[in-house]
């Protein structure tokens, strides 16, 4: 409907100091104005800082002694001519009367740089009707309906132009949680150096298999109820293997492979309650005794012994296996930045014949390696149900120290035996918590804003994919 043109102005206005100047002259002109004649008594320093001020003192007698204005007489000044042009105010006139100035650009410069003016641009438009110019204003047409078809009013109407550059709406849709993503990033690595995935999907577990059948003490403080959520209905689980169930109390009781036991009275209704499962351990312990069924002459559904049996007679039915699981554990803690009820575990087992620590350590090394934490040291640490046990901890660059990262050991023969492993058979284990990495590689400083109603949406749509 109109065209337009686009013109730029360029022009200069005063600063402060310049209006100043304009009003009272330049520094350098006050101060050959302040100063005596030759031939009389010179004005020492600081008098002339007191008749036109620090300020043009400072910068006036520099600029007066470049023009020849002024000369030094004893410790004073005099002036070295009768009269003098004060160009800069002269100038300063100019711009504020007109915006520039005749002498061109390298005077405008040399103002510009004593800050004495300041450049504005301004912008003005010439405007002209266009061909398809009217005073009254038609919403143009988006769309060609089946009545402008009929009627023939398309002919006549305006439609609006396609903009085939525009963005299209955003698609809105679901996202991966960052726990999901470290958890996927996690279990390809487990998946690449060949293992298998073991199924935990029971959250309730009984005491047998979350804490005797992996040797720990009946009368351990983690199965206390400031540490464990117990349930109350129902209360008390289904009777494990009685044979398996023989053996493992005997073998906490009395001793046994080895062992001399705990030496304290055994308790079937501690070993009967029924809670939430305070580590995945307890799924892995299910699983090697599956794994150990062949060793005891038995057959299990859903064996985890892919491969069958060879008819030999020195063949005692062990099976190498390697196992690992990502999943939810409970345990009652004290909510805070770092700690919460319900968390992730992440859990690896490996079984051999004659595995040793050496074995362990050096595995831990390739599987964070390829996590992306190379710097690793192992402390020697308390297990119930690994001996030896060894804590890891890997250099953080972020925090510049040493940080724990997960727990390790060897699975106590107490534990291997009863389940009918034979006895060069070793167990390799270690855990470590899924939220911490993740916290990391996000940068969450608060627990609560990575779980839980505190959660951004926004945050979870825009997290980047993780990679160690």
Known sequence: MITYETHEVSSHVLTP???????????????????????????????LKRAVGDEAAKVGQGRAFKSGWIAKEGNGFVKAVPNITDTTQIELREVESSGTLAAGEKALSELRKRKLIIQRKGQWFTVNKGTNFSTSIAKPETDLTVDMLTS???????????????????????????????????????????????????????????????????????????????????????????????????????????????RTPWSHEESHKLLLRTHTTASSAAMLYKLAAKCRGQDIDGDISAKPRAANPHDDGFRPAKLFSIDRVFRNETMDATHLAEFHQVEGVVADRNLTLADLIGFMRTFFRKMGMKNLRFKPAYNPYTEPSLEIFAWHPLLEKWVEIGNSGMFRPEMLAPMGFPPDVRVHGWGIGLERPTMIRYGVNNIRTLVGHKTSIENVENSPAVMF
Not at 27 to 47: F, M
Not at 219 to 233: C, G, V
Request: proline share 8%; charged share 25%.
């Open 152 to 262: 023939g009013s398309w002919k006549k109407s305006t439609f609006k132009k396609y903009n085939f550059d525009a963005d299209g709406i955003p698609t809105s849709g679901g996202a991966l949680h960052p726990i999901l993503k470290v958890r996927e990033e996690i279990r390809g690595i487990f998946l690449e150096m060949g293992f298998e995935e073991m199924p935990t999907g029971t959250f309730v577990e009984s005491g047998f298999w979350c804490f005797d059948a992996l040797f720990v003490p009946q009368l351990h403080p983690a199965r206390e109820l400031q540490d464990t959520f117990y349930l109350s209905d129902p209360s008390t689980s289904l009777p494990p293997p009685s044979d398996y169930f023989e053996r493992v109390s005997r073998v906490h009781e009395h001793g046994g492979y080895g062992s001399i036991g705990y």
């Open 17 to 47: 100091e310049g209006v100043q100047i304009v009003r009272e002259g330049s520094h350098e002109a006050r101060v050959w104005a302040a100063l005596p004649e030759r031939g009389s008594a010179p004005l020492g320093a600081q008098d």
